[in-house]
């Protein structure tokens, strides 16, 4: 069965940083597209980052700069470095896998990790 497993959230001051985790299991991990999501309550899950198989990466403009997806084939691991923290990213953070429709950008997510929690303080 397909299953993704998010880690690595945490409560961090402005300016900090924290590592995400998603382990990914019951497909074939080096062939999908994977992206980051993260959802506020009461508002739409909106896509933060995106890498190919190929290490093509897109990010929403909010974290350009500030964020580097990467993964792991070997590991089937899919990471999210999130460095110099603002507390507008604070949000639940789910990883995805999905095919690449044109680009991993545009993917449909076909699994979602169960979610982990970045909170970021003033």
């Known amino acids: 069965e397909v299953q993704l497993v998010d880690a690595g959230g945490g409560s961090v001051q402005a300016g900090g940083s924290l590592k995400l985790s998603c382990a990914a299991s019951?497909?074939?991990?080096?062939?999908?597209?994977m992206a980051w999501f993260r959802q506020i309550p009461g508002k739409e899950r909106e896509k933060v980052a995106s890498?190919?198989?190929?290490?093509?990466?897109s990010y929403i403009d909010s974290v350009k700069g500030r964020f580097t997806i990467a993964r792991d084939n070997a590991k089937n691991t899919v990471y999210l470095e999130m460095n110099n923290l603002r507390p507008e990213d604070t949000a639940m953070y789910y990883c995805?896998?999905?095919?690449?429709?044109?680009?991993?950008?545009?993917?449909?997510?076909?699994?979602w990790g169960q979610g982990t929690q970045v909170t970021v303080s003033s």
């Open positions: 995805a896998a999905g095919r690449r429709i044109l680009s991993c950008w545009s993917l449909e997510p076909k699994a």
């Open positions: 019951g497909f074939r991990f080096d062939s999908y597209c």
């Open positions: 890498l190919d198989s190929d290490g093509v990466r």
